[in-house]
């Protein structure tokens, strides 16, 4: 079965001698690439379908969300926009919340938010446990999470949970918690963080999860200058999410090892933080990400092209750039190579927009540009 997007006004494909190509056409076969060109040689194709002079952008590829959770913080937002701080033991509001709800009404809830995800261009996500912070529960989180994608991350060490010493919690995460939840999770995760776990508990944590088949990522220096990006570097993570506050060592240390840096900038619209400066991190050679960070407490938008948006006038990103994080970034944080790009072979993961060129998803942001999502 072949299909052709004709009657492409801007095609952006990420090919590295020509990312973006103007009067383009795409032809996918059996749900990948086939072919980009020149509008005029496209090839025969079974179905057809006009982007109306549109841009094609490949599928946003969110590479940090924690989806499956019950309840809101709307409250806290509030109170946070009347000036009071943010503190990660908010966590512990929708967990209460999270145990009480059930299997399936979180299994509805997350695909309810899975599709407004997609409604607004993403078609690769990562989804995160942590809610649950016992054995069931987090089982549960994550059998929720791999009904939905195949990128899936245990954070049982998202905070230590009431009633618990931390020792002892670290204990049951990378004992009973792990053993129960590895089946289901790609990745393991631990905020690491002033309030949640310092670096010899989340080296134990992450370090555990690998012996356990899973691969690392990490929430670091979200909410001061702390040591959960020298340990991503350590490690060999795939990426440390956040880096709000870095040293000169942490960016030198990223751009060294390849970890990918994932920026979260709906976070610190929602916290009050200041942005990262991605700027800094691209100039040192970082390899960066733009993620929703979608969740209750501190970033409760499913809306990559607000994050980009949020990117280009915060944290000193050309719209070019913002729009390469949300997707070539995205996959190169959860290390895949299908998605992120259009060149021949890719998935075909894409999202034709209302729009003369991708440089409108900065440009007018709050603006819904998604005509339409197709995925492989
Ligand atoms: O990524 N940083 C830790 N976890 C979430 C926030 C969780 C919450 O406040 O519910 C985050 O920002
Ligand atoms: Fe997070």
Known sequence: MSKAITHVGELVTWE?????RHDAALVIVDGRVAWV??????PPADEVIDAGGGTVIPGFVDSHTHLVFAGDRAAEFAARMA?????????????????????VTLQNLARARMAELRAQGTTTVEIKSGYG??????????????????????????VVPEGWTADDYVELVTGDMLTRCAPYAKWVDVFCETGAFDADQARTVLTA????????????????????VQLACELGAAAADHCTYLSDADVAALAETGVVAGLLPGVEFSTRHPYPDARRLLDAGVR??????????????????FCIALAVREMGLTPTEALHAATAGGA?????????????????????????????LAYRPGVPLVRRVLTA
Do not use: K
């Open 16 to 20: 590295p001698d020509r990312p973006v």
């Open 37 to 42: 060109g020149d509008a005029a040689d496209v």
């Open 83 to 103: 000036g009071q701080r943010y503190e990660a033991g908010g966590i512990r509001t929708t967990v209460a919340a999270t145990r009480a709800a059930g299997e």
């Open 133 to 158: 912070l016992d054995v069931d529960t987090e089982e549960s989180l994550l059998w929720v999470a791999s009904q939905l994608t195949p990128e899936t991350t245990f954070l049982g060490a998202h």
């Open 209 to 228: 999860g690998v012996a356990a088949g899973l691969a690392p990522r990490i929430h670091a220096n979200q909410l001061g200058h702390g040591p959960g």
């Open 288 to 305: 960066i990400a733009i993620a929703t960070d979608c969740n209750p407490g501190t970033s409760y938008t499913s809306s990559m092209p």
């Open 332 to 360: 190169a944080s959860l290390r895949r190579e299908d998605v992120g790009h259009l060149r021949p072979g890719a998935r075909a993961d894409l999202v034709i927009l209302d729009a003369p060129s991708h440089l409108h």
